[in-house]
T-cell receptor
Framework: KNEVEQSPQNLTAQEGEFITINCSYS?????LHWLQQHPGGGIVSLFM???GKKKHGRLIATINIQEKHSSLHITASHPRDSAVYIC????????????FGQGTRLTINP | GAGVSQTPSNKVTEKGKYVELRCDPI?????LYWYRQSLGQGPEFLIY????????DSGLPNDRFFAVRPEGSVSTLKIQRTERGDSAVYLC???????????????FGEGSRLTVL
């Protein structure tokens, strides 16, 4: 079983919909990252969380340390949000190494 | 430069050849990471440098893979006797050092796409 599991693997929605991507992990962590990867493009860091909630524009990320779960939400989704969203955790043990989820491919149709 | 720079952006080689991939991190970032991403997969950890030394090389798949960072800035990932299964995008990232109670945000390069024919 992977240490980091994301769901769904693929998500297609219409422009304007509220989007939720989930990430569950099975190890103790010091931080969790949400990353965005456009097709053929590099990876951009969206959020780095160790507790609570962060918001940036239409993006919101939450984490529940006790439940070992994080969610990434996108409000008023737009076709330009179409990308792969990746959850990655920084383990407490071996803290310099990020463990990545498989990613969620999001497609927003106009 | 302003961001993490990786060269070449694309490399096509033949099975059995030697390949070097270069990463130029953000100036002042002491931590440097190499990851490998196969099609449809999340990135897979290869090696982490803290300064000049490889602090964790547990992700290198076998002894054909080697990485150096001799002066604590630019790093080179070296692959000997390439195999078709080595085809992937090789990603480099850098950060300020994550210390106890402190996490370092990662900045990724655009990746080097390696194709082994």
């Amino acid at each position: 079983k992977n240490e980091v599991e994301q769901s769904p693997q693929n998500l297609t929605a219409q422009e304007g919909e509220f989007i939720t991507i989930n990430c569950s992990y099975s190890v103790g962590i010091s931080a969790l990252h949400w990353l965005q990867q456009h097709p053929g493009g590099g990876i951009v860091s969206l959020f780095m969380l160790s507790s609570g909630k962060k918001k940036h524009g239409r993006l919101i990320a939450t984490i529940n340390i006790q439940e070992k779960h994080s969610s990434l939400h996108i409000t008023a989704s737009h076709p330009r949000d179409s990308a792969v969203y990746i959850c990655a955790v920084r383990r407490i043990q071996g803290a310099q190494k990020l463990v990545f989820g498989q990613g969620t491919r999001l497609t927003i149709n106009p | 430069g302003a961001g993490v720079s990786q060269t070449p952006s694309n490399k096509v080689t033949e099975k059995g050849k030697y390949v070097e991939l270069r990463c130029d991190p953000i100036s002042g970032h002491t931590a440097l990471y190499w990851y490998r991403q196969s099609l449809g997969q999340g990135p897979e950890f290869l090696i982490y440098f803290q300064g000049t030394g490889a602090a964790d090389d547990s992700g290198l798949p076998n002894d054909r893979f080697f990485a150096v960072r001799p002066e604590g800035s630019v790093s080179t990932l070296k692959i000997q006797r390439t195999e078709r299964g080595d085809s992937a995008v090789y990603l480099c990232a850098s950060s300020l050092t994550a210390r106890q109670g402190h996490t370092g945000e990662l900045f990724f390069g655009e990746g080097s796409r390696l194709t082994v024919l």
